[in-house]
Every structure is written in structure tokens, then in C-alpha cells.
DNA sequence: CAGGGTTGGCTAACGCCATTAGCTTTTAGC
DNA sequence: GCTAAAAGCTAATGGCGTTAGCCAACCCTG
């Protein structure tokens, strides 16, 4: 009999494939196992535990959601590149909304974990969206936190199935697009 | 030997408040049951499962945040209703991480569900905050989801851990409820 | 205040899950 | 080809949710 011929990176993948099918509290090691062709205790060759199991799928995230992000606001600046990142953001979360719930509630160990440095990378291009508004320096961290949550609040909400009528939910999302453009503008250094 | 006199609502209560201090993925029936003085099997004499579980936990934070909402914005509007709401919500759910996380996927069934109801009676507390502001009516449903978002998405991060310096959260705070308050106000009808 | 039905507790047991131990087989390098 | 590491396997453990079935405490009627 021939091997699987599995690695962290493809256990890795598949369990997040899994969780964007079935929901993360689905993703068992039997499933993750029968889906790899393999035994529940051989993943264990290949992962530590669930835990990390998790926390890969949570630097797979970041990696793949900061790639996204530089690559969609490449020449974009302004509202150009505040629509592109909110756009990035969202497609993602509601496309791969089982990966994308292990990255809430992950203890960070320290400043060179790989994950924290992942997720650094994500804020600084939802930072680089700001550049073109000229915030005020002092008031950039508030901008960064409001853009996160926002973009992390609608997408969560929308994955879950938790807005109603369904075919208004671009118009919103348009809508609150423009409505950030808008208040950034007033805040440019310029206008205070 | 007496009996511990449970029923449905406490031992709801009791999820919920453990819930918010070990988190709801420990909420395991055998902590819960301990918590009551009770063995586990003995629980089943009052909730279905430990998704009847979630589900009740998930509709008493609807009543218990409806209900505070509905307090915190008596006789405010404006401004003063959307800071009030925004603290409202981010106290809430700083201070019940837990049964808070209940509220996330959970299927509604139907216009009749309970849940339902006391979910709409929130939203209906969140749209009470832009009557001041007169909000195009075909924008109200877009103005709504994005407080929405926005006090979700970042009461869940800051009750994550997911903000670092965690001093200038509270600044953060303020400055975006500042720049929702101007966004709206820009946005009255006669402003158009 | 007697007794019978209902209710709420219990123990025992099942199946599923994560994880570990220890064995066997494939594979890569010399 | 030989050997050693790597990668698979089966078996076993302990914890969890849940069900079945038993017994004691309570309520309510007479």
C-alpha cells in the first residue's frame, strides 16, 4: 500500500476546506481523516493537536486574506482602495467562513509568533487604505479599528446568515462603503 | 435529601454566567451540572440538548440587551442615543463574552420564534437611534446594519483581546462614535 | 393526613471524539 | 540492498453528550 503522502500544509488545507463545507465545529479529526484518506491518529504524524490545528488554519488566514489585500488595492488609493479592501475583505469571510472563525479567540504568544506578523501584515494594508485620506496621525489607530471592525462586523454577520432580505444586503453594503469615504474625507488633516 | 429545585430559566442563567467566566466552549454539561449541585443527566430534565441550551442562553441576551437598550436611550436622541447605545452594547458584551458568543449561528426558525422576536426587538432599539438624525427611509435599513456591524464587530474583537494597546481602546471608542454621529448628521434629509 | 401520580433526581450504559502507545510498513539515502 | 527515519495502522483511554430505566421527593386530592 502506498502512502498518502500527507504534510502540515496539505492537512492544513484540507481541514480548511472542510471547515468552509461543513462549519468548523464540524471539522473532526475523523472527518478531516476520512477526507485525506487516512486514520484519525495518523494526522497526528503531521499536527499536534486540534489546537494547532486551528491556529495553522488561522496563519493560513492571514497569509491568504493579506495577499488578497495587496494584491486587490495595488494602484488603488482613496476611495478606489477603501472599496477594493472592504470588497477583499468580504468575498473572503463569506467564502471561507469556517477557516476564517479560527481567527477569533487565538492566543498570540509573542511579537515574532508567525501568526502575529501574519495578522500585522493584514492591518497594515487596511492601514495603507487610510494614506490617501491623510488622517490625522494621532487619529490613525482609531481609523484602523474602525475599518476592522466594520469590515469584520458585516462580513461575520452576512456569513451567518443574520441580515434579512438578502438582495439589499449589496445595496448596504455599498451604502456604508460610502458612508466611511465620506466621514475620511472630512478628517483629512486639511479640514480640521 | 431535598431536591435542588431547578427549572428552565435557571439553568439557563446558570450556563450563561458560566459561560462568561470559562468561556462558552468549556460550558461542558458536566461543569454546568456541577455548578447546580446536580449530575449531568439530571439536566435533561429541563432543556432538550445543549443546543436548546444555546438557544435559550441566545434568547435571554436578547431580552437582557433589549432591555437595556430600551433603558439606556430613554429620553436621549441624536447623539446622545448613539453614544448610549454604542456603550450599551460594548459594556454588554465585554462583560458577557460568553453568552454573547450564543448569538452567533443560530438558525431562526421562523417569524414566530421567540428568538426571532426579541432579536427584532434589539434591532428595533438600534432604530430608534436614527429617528433624530431623519434618515432617508430607503437608507434606514443601510444606516441600521451599519451600527450593527460596527458595534458587533468591535465589542467582539476588543472582548476577544484582539485590540493590542489596550489603553487607547477607550479613545478609539469615542472618536467612532464621533465619526458615526457626523457621517449621520450629514445625512438628514435636508442635507441632500 | 393518607396515598397515588408526577416530577426531578440518580446510576449505568452507548457512541463519538481527541489523543496516546506501540507496532508495521514504506521510503529515502548511502 | 540495508538501515533508519517517517508515516501509516490498530488498540486503548478518558471525556463528552445523550438515553434508558430506576427510585425518591413532592403535590394534590380525598
Avoid: C
Amino acid at each position: 500500500m502506498p502512502r498518502a503522502g500527507l504534510d502540515p500544509a496539505a492537512v492544513t488545507l484540507a481541514a480548511a476546506g472542510l471547515a468552509d463545507e461543513v462549519g468548523l465545529a464540524n471539522v473532526t479529526m475523523g472527518a478531516l481523516a476520512e477526507r485525506l484518506g487516512v486514520r484519525a491518529p495518523s494526522l497526528y504524524k503531521h499536527i499536534d493537536s486540534q489546537a494547532d490545528l486551528n491556529r495553522r488554519i488561522a496563519l493560513l488566514v492571514a497569509e491568504e486574506l493579506g495577499d488578497a489585500l495587496r494584491e486587490a488595492l495595488q494602484g488603488r488609493s482613496g476611495r478606489d482602495a477603501l472599496a477594493a479592501a472592504a470588497r477583499t475583505m468580504r468575498d473572503y469571510i463569506v467564502k471561507h467562513p469556517g477557516r476564517y472563525a479560527t481567527t477569533i479567540r487565538l492566543g498570540v504568544t509573542g511579537p515574532d509568533d508567525p501568526l502575529a506578523i501574519a495578522g500585522a501584515r493584514v492591518l497594515d494594508s487596511l492601514a495603507a487604505v487610510l494614506i490617501a485620506y491623510r488622517i490625522d496621525p494621532a487619529d490613525k489607530i482609531h481609523a484602523l479599528r474602525l475599518l476592522r471592525s466594520l469590515f469584520h462586523g458585516f462580513a461575520t454577520i452576512e456569513a451567518a446568515g443574520g441580515f434579512e432580505m438578502n438582495t439589499e444586503v449589496d445595496d448596504s453594503f455599498d451604502w456604508i462603503v460610502d458612508f466611511v469615504d465620506r466621514g475620511l474625507s472630512l478628517r483629512r488633516e486639511s479640514s480640521e
